[in-house]
Nanobody, 124 residues
């Protein structure tokens, strides 16, 4: 079992950058695939990116590809989402999630644990 806590959200101007952190508690963090999702008001939860257990494979939604980077530091039991060239449409609550079953996945149903979310607001 793992517990996740996101941090690093806030208000940023368009074109700016933010780095979100997902701190995990548990003794098996390295065994989990990590994913990032986001949800804007009135919208469905949207896949952002994922990183495999080994850290050697990443996958991103087309909407963020080339701008966002997912990484992990198993020694620190932390996953990261680096967001660059932010756009107003990136405004959402961002969630990290952990999957014990998937190597990497865009499917939220394959993620067993979720953080509480952190708000990211991008102004124009």
């Amino acid at each position: 079992q793992v517990q996740l806590v996101e941090s690093g959200g806030g208000l940023v101007q368009a074109g700016g950058s933010l780095r979100l952190s997902c701190a995990a508690s548990g003794r098996t963090f390295s065994s989990y695939t990590m994913g990032w999702f986001r949800q804007a008001p009135g919208q469905e939860r949207e896949f952002v990116g994922t990183i495999s257990r080994s850290g050697g494979n990443t996958y991103y939604a087309d909407s963020v590809k080339g701008r966002f980077t997912v990484s992990r530091d198993d020694a620190k039991m932390t996953a990261y989402l680096e967001m660059n060239s932010l756009k107003p449409e990136d405004t959402a609550v961002y969630y990290c999630a952990a999957s014990a079953s998937a190597f990497y996945s865009w499917d939220p149903y394959q993620y067993n644990y979720w953080g509480q979310g952190t708000q990211v607001t991008v102004s124009s």
